[in-house]
Structure formats: C-alpha cells, structure tokens
C-alpha cells in the first residue's frame, strides 16, 4: 500500500489542531495505559494498519504484556485480564466508535457512568473521537505502518 497524499504536509495546521486535542488528552487525568489500549481498540474496529501498528508497539514500550495485547479484540472473554476501568472504557469505546450501529444507547452510557466521573467520561469520549479521527486520516491516506516500512 502506497500513502496516497501526506496531510502533515498539506494541512499542518488542521494537523497542529489534532496535536492539540492529543496533547490534552494526554494531561487529562486519564491513565496513560487505559488511553493507548482504547486507541489499540478503535484502530482495529476501524481496520487502520498504521495506528494498530504504533499502538501496539506504544503498549508494548509502557511494557504492557502480549498476552493482554492479543486479546484486546476480545476482552469481554478475557476474564479478569483486564480490570473494572479497562473493561469500561473498551465497551463505551466500542459503542462510540459504532455509533450508527449502536446509537449509545442508555444502558452503555450508564455503564460507563457507573467507571468513569462526568470529566473522566467526556475525556474518553474526547480520545475515543480524536482516535476516530486519526484512523479516518491514515486509513484514508494510505499511512504506511512501520513494520511495512520496516519489511521493505
């Protein structure tokens, strides 16, 4: 798969405004490893190469076990692998991400609410949006994942 047009070029300040809402995201309270495993989550409901490869290598940097990466997709089967806010955070990942599936009904956002305070809820809505995002952009654009890159 070749990139198809390079948006960091093109529209640096759409980008720089990304940055901003990332950066944000980062200083917002919301545990690091939960951030990156919902980001992990999203990239592979959207199918997107080149964020599931730099999650995957981030999580694995935090130090973050193989065993818990593989079964990210199917963590509601993984037992007690994943805690109460993981668990939380991936199911109100998954029904966002869905949303012209799912609608967010009522009794996912209760659940999420049950974890997370309103600020921590808005917060993982704001990450699960901006990864949203960013999967559109590097799926979209052709964005090579390193391990290609790396494989060429």
Same mark, same amino acid.
């Given at each position: 798969?070749?990139?198809?047009?390079?948006?960091?070029?093109?529209?640096?300040?759409?980008?720089?405004?990304? @940055?901003?809402?990332?950066?944000?995201?980062?200083?917002? @309270?919301?545990?690091?490893?939960?951030?990156?495993?919902?980001?992990?989550?999203?990239?592979?409901?959207?199918?997107?190469?080149?964020?599931?490869?730099?999650?995957?290598?981030?999580?694995?940097?935090?130090?973050?076990?193989?065993?818990?990466?593989?079964?990210?997709?199917?963590?509601?089967?993984?037992?007690?692998?994943?805690?109460? /806010?993981?668990?939380?955070?991936?199911?109100?990942?998954?029904?966002?991400?869905?949303?012209?599936?799912?609608?967010?009904?009522?009794?996912?956002?209760?659940?999420? /609410?049950?974890?997370?305070?309103?600020?921590?809820?808005?917060?993982?809505?704001?990450?699960?949006?901006?990864?949203?995002?960013?999967?559109?952009?590097?799926?979209?654009?052709?964005?090579?994942?390193?391990?290609?890159?790396?494989?060429?």
């Amino acid at each position: 798969m070749s990139q198809r047009l390079d948006y960091n070029q093109i529209a640096p300040g759409g980008v720089k405004a990304l @940055g901003g809402v990332y950066g944000y995201i980062l200083q917002s @309270g919301l545990e690091a490893d939960l951030v990156e495993l919902i980001y992990l989550r999203i990239s592979q409901i959207n199918n997107c190469a080149y964020c599931l490869d730099m999650h995957t290598r981030d999580l694995v940097k935090k130090g973050i076990k193989l065993e818990k990466l593989a079964l990210v997709q199917a963590w509601p089967e993984a037992g007690s692998l994943f805690g109460e /806010r993981e668990r939380a955070a991936l199911a109100w990942a998954e029904t966002v991400t869905r949303v012209s599936e799912t609608g967010v009904p009522n009794d996912a956002f209760q659940a999420a /609410r049950a974890t997370f305070d309103e600020k921590e809820l808005v917060d993982l809505t704001i990450a699960i949006s901006l990864m949203n995002a960013y999967n559109r952009m590097a799926f979209s654009f052709r964005n090579t994942p390193q391990a290609a890159k790396s494989a060429q």
